[in-house]
T-cell receptor, first 112, second 111 residues
C-alpha cells in the first residue's frame, strides 16, 4: 500500500513569508502527527490531528498551525518565517490505537 | 519535562562487527519505547517495547527494555554497510500520543 506522502519535498522561502506543507497519510490511518527535525534539536513534536481535530500540541509558537481534512490529509502552516524555521518537517500517520507511526520522507524547508 | 538520551552520538565500525546502541529515558508515566532507523529522510519503524514486552528481535537486530534502569539497548550483529544510518530512540509517555525523541546515534559501517 502507498506510504505517507509529503509535498513538496523541498522549499526555499524568504524571511517573513508563510508556507504550507501537505501530508497524505496511509489509507485507513486517521491520525497524523507533525515533527520538526533540526541538527541541533533533533526531532520535536509539533502537533497531532485525529478526525479533523487537533489532539495534542507541542511547544512551538502560534506561528505554527495545522489542520486535517475529512479524508485525513493534513496541512501545516508556518507564518512569518524565521531563519530558525529551516528544518526537515516530517509527517507521521498511524491508527489511533497504535504507536507504530509511519513517517513520510519529509519536506526540507530552507528560509533565507 | 520528558527526556531521552542516546549514546554514543556516533559510531564507526567495520562490516561484521556487533554494535550496541543505548537509550535512557526520564519520563512521567512511561508507556512504550520505539526504535527507528533513519537513512536519508523518512525514519522507518524497527521495534516497539512496552512494559509487557521487553525484548524484540528481527533478524540481526534485537532490542531489550530495562524497566528498572529506565533504558533500552539496540543490538546489531554482523553489521553490513546497509546498516549505516541514524538510529533514533523515542518514548511515548503519559496520556498524550506524542513521542519524545533522543538525538540519535549515527552509525557508520565501513566495508
Amino acid at each position: 500500500k502507498a506510504g505517507v506522502t509529503q509535498t513538496p519535498r523541498y522549499l526555499i522561502k524568504t524571511r517573513g513569508q508563510q508556507v504550507t506543507l501537505s501530508c497524505s497519510p496511509i489509507s485507513g490511518h486517521r491520525s497524523v502527527s507533525w515533527y520538526q527535525q533540526t541538527p541541533g534539536q533533533g526531532l520535536q513534536f509539533l502537533f497531532e490531528y485525529f478526525s479533523e481535530t487537533q489532539r495534542n500540541k507541542g511547544n512551538f509558537p502560534g506561528r505554527f498551525s495545522g489542520r486535517q481534512f475529512s479524508n485525513s490529509r493534513s496541512e501545516m502552516n508556518v507564518s512569518t518565517l524565521e531563519l530558525g524555521d529551516s528544518a526537515l518537517y516530517l509527517c507521521a500517520s498511524s491508527t489511533w490505537d497504535s504507536y507504530g507511526y509511519t513517517f513520510g520522507s519529509g519536506t526540507r524547508l530552507t528560509v533565507v | 519535562e520528558d527526556k531521552v538520551v542516546q549514546s554514543p552520538l556516533s559510531l564507526v565500525v567495520h562490516e561484521g562487527d556487533t554494535v550496541t546502541l543505548n537509550c535512557s529515558y526520564e519520563v512521567t508515566n512511561f508507556r512504550s519505547l520505539l526504535w527507528y532507523k533513519q537513512e536519508k529522510k523518512a525514519p522507518t519503524f524497527l521495534f516497539m517495547l512496552t512494559s509487557s514486552g521487553i525484548e524484540k528481535k528481527s533478524g540481526r537486530l534485537s532490542s531489550i527494555l530495562d524497566k528498572k534502569e529506565l533504558s533500552s539497548i539496540l543490538n546489531i550483529t554482523a553489521t553490513q554497510t546497509g546498516d549505516s544510518a541514524i538510529y533514533l530512540c523515542a518514548v511515548h509517555s503519559g496520556s498524550a500520543r506524542q513521542l519524545t525523541f533522543g538525538s540519535g546515534t549515527q552509525l557508520t559501517v565501513l566495508p
